[in-house]
């Protein structure tokens, strides 16, 4: 058989299973533009782009006048005056953010390989007691909060984001009581902190910040009530708050 006869022979049977190969071609084009549908779905996911901006980002630890065994007891409050920008290709809400940090410890042991290799984290926010403030010339600059409504307006930022959109706001933790070297190592004054920002699909978008570590007098320049949640749901009257006695001794770290 020449090949005339072959292609002839493949094109009569062409034209006799046309309905047949029209049938295939529909279910191929079909299967592959769901496949590809999915493929494209699966694509498209929230990515978070998250800033410093200036404004009161910092770090600062101070004693509550009380001890444990030994060592004296302080806390550790974080301030962090974030941009988180969608720059994904679906919408998404924040869910939760979370702070960590490296322990201030100087021996090898279990615990400085978990918190001051690793991050120790505090996963939950505390509420502010007052916003966070500037003062600039006469004015006074009110900062907004990312994830609670602010004490003198009441607004609260919108935590859901299309694509391209952004937001801003102060994020504010308080550490309960800690001691030994359980707070933020620093070197020449700078604390090096990550962000983790999980949103509604469990996503996670972490970035890595360095903030400067200032006293509870330089932190209440920014917020009078800095470092006072704790305290005021337990009743309790910290050193500073009577006397003039803001400098943490962590000698025991």
């Known amino acids: 058989m020449d090949i005339v006869a072959v ?8 034209n006799k299973n046309q309905g047949i190969l029209a049938v295939i071609l529909f279910a191929v084009t079909a299967f592959y533009g769901w496949v590809s549908g999915i493929f494209s779905a699966l694509r498209r996911k929230p990515k978070f782009k998250i800033a410093l901006i200036q404004g009161p980002s910092f770090c600062c630890t101070f ?28 919408p998404s809400s ?19 390989l978990r918190y001051a290799v690793g991050w120790f984290w505090l996963h939950e926010q505390s509420i502010a007691i007052n916003d966070f403030q500037a003062n600039i010339g006469a004015n006074i600059k009110v900062y907004p909060f990312l994830t609670q409504r602010s004490i003198l307006s009441g607004e609260s930022a919108d935590t859901f984001l299309e694509v391209g959109q952004s937001t801003n706001g102060v994020v504010y933790f308080e550490q309960s009581d800690s001691w030994g070297g359980c707070f933020p190592s620093h070197r020449k004054g700078i604390a090096r902190l990550k962000v983790s920002v999980r949103d509604v699909f469990g996503g996670r978008h972490k970035v890595t910040f360095d903030v400067p570590v200032v006293t509870i007098e330089e932190a209440r320049k920014y917020n009078p009530s800095f470092g006072k949640t ?6 309790e009257v ?3 708050d009577v006397k003039n006695n803001d400098k943490p001794d962590l000698t025991h770290a």
């Open 238 to 240: 910290l050193p500073h």
């Open 94 to 112: 924040i869910e939760n953010i979370s702070v960590g940090y490296h322990w201030s410890l100087n021996r090898i042991s279990l615990q400085w």
């Open 230 to 235: 704790f305290a005021e749901l337990r009743g």
């Open 63 to 90: 004693l509550t006048g009380k001890k444990s065994d030994d060592f004296a007891v302080h806390r550790t409050g974080i301030a962090l005056y974030l941009q988180i920008s969608n720059v994904g290709s679906a």
């Open 7 to 14: 292609l002839s022979s493949g094109g009569n049977w062409v």
